[in-house]
């Protein structure tokens, strides 16, 4: 369960995303000049301390874009170069806001979604009369069985997060699906 509290960021996530997209190597000639969100999706932190946000970005160019992010209440250690920026929220203070690709918590969320088969955390945000779900923008679904090993992948093989969703049928994937795209497409691979 994802637990967000209402709130102002400053940089938003939007413009955070769009000052830091269009320079990354991952582009592969996608125009980022201006982005759009198409959804998002949430994972768990089971220790509740890292904000897990995966965001679907079009392009310019009619492109997707899949770029995960953590949200970290201090630095995390041995990352500087997957810092995207730290913003300033209302409710929580200062975050730091890392390239979810780089960041272990987000890493093994993804692992243990393609491995279990399950989806995106439930949303709800703080109110003052508790707290009131959320619905999320993107629906995401790993290939394994609950309480099972994933479609082959087994919980220990290498993972690929895709920047570029693509369809697919391998075995051991994270699947999307988020408005105007209904036919669910492959947002990460486990091989091995």
Same mark, same amino acid.
């Given at each position: $369960?994802?637990?967000?509290?209402?709130?102002?960021?400053? !940089?938003?996530?939007?413009?955070?995303?769009?000052?830091?997209?269009?320079?990354?190597?991952?582009?592969?000639?996608?125009?980022?000049?201006?982005?759009?969100?198409? *959804?998002?999706?949430?994972?768990?932190?089971?220790?509740?301390? /890292? @904000?897990?946000?995966?965001?679907?970005?079009?392009?310019?160019? *009619?492109? +997707?874009?899949?770029?995960? +992010?953590?949200?970290?209440?201090? !630095?995390?250690?041995?990352?500087? @170069?997957?810092? =995207?920026?730290? +913003?300033?929220?209302?409710?929580?203070?200062?975050?730091? /806001?890392?390239?979810?690709?780089?960041?272990?918590?987000?890493?093994?969320?993804? &692992?243990?979604? =393609?491995?279990? @088969?399950?989806?995106?955390?439930?949303?709800?945000?703080?109110?003052?009369?508790?707290?009131?779900?959320?619905?999320?923008?993107?629906?995401?679904?790993?290939? *394994?069985?609950?309480?099972?090993? *994933?479609?082959?992948?087994?919980?220990?093989?290498?993972?690929?997060?895709? &920047?570029?969703? &693509?369809?697919?049928?391998?075995?051991? /994937?994270?699947?999307?699906?988020?408005?105007?795209?209904?036919?669910?497409? +492959?947002?990460?691979? $486990?091989?091995?």
């Amino acid at each position: $369960m994802a637990v967000l509290h209402p709130a102002t960021l400053r !940089p938003t996530k939007l413009e955070a995303l769009q000052a830091w997209v269009p320079h990354q190597p991952w582009l592969e000639g996608a125009d980022a000049s201006q982005l759009e969100l198409l *959804g998002a999706y949430r994972f768990d932190d089971p220790d509740g301390e /890292v @904000g897990l946000e995966a965001h679907l970005l079009g392009t310019a160019d *009619g492109r +997707v874009l899949h770029v995960p +992010v953590t949200y970290r209440g201090a !630095p995390l250690v041995g990352a500087e @170069g997957a810092l =995207i920026t730290t +913003v300033e929220h209302s409710a929580l203070g200062r975050r730091w /806001v890392y390239d979810g690709c780089a960041d272990p918590v987000f890493l093994t969320a993804f &692992r243990e979604a =393609i491995t279990s @088969g399950s989806r995106q955390a439930d949303q709800f945000v703080t109110t003052d009369a508790g707290l009131v779900p959320r619905e999320a923008t993107a629906q995401v679904r790993g290939s *394994g069985a609950p309480g099972g090993e *994933g479609g082959g992948g087994g919980g220990v093989g290498e993972l690929t997060v895709l &920047r570029h969703p &693509r369809p697919g049928a391998e075995p051991s /994937v994270l699947t999307g699906t988020w408005p105007g795209q209904d036919t669910p497409l +492959v947002l990460a691979v $486990m091989s091995g």
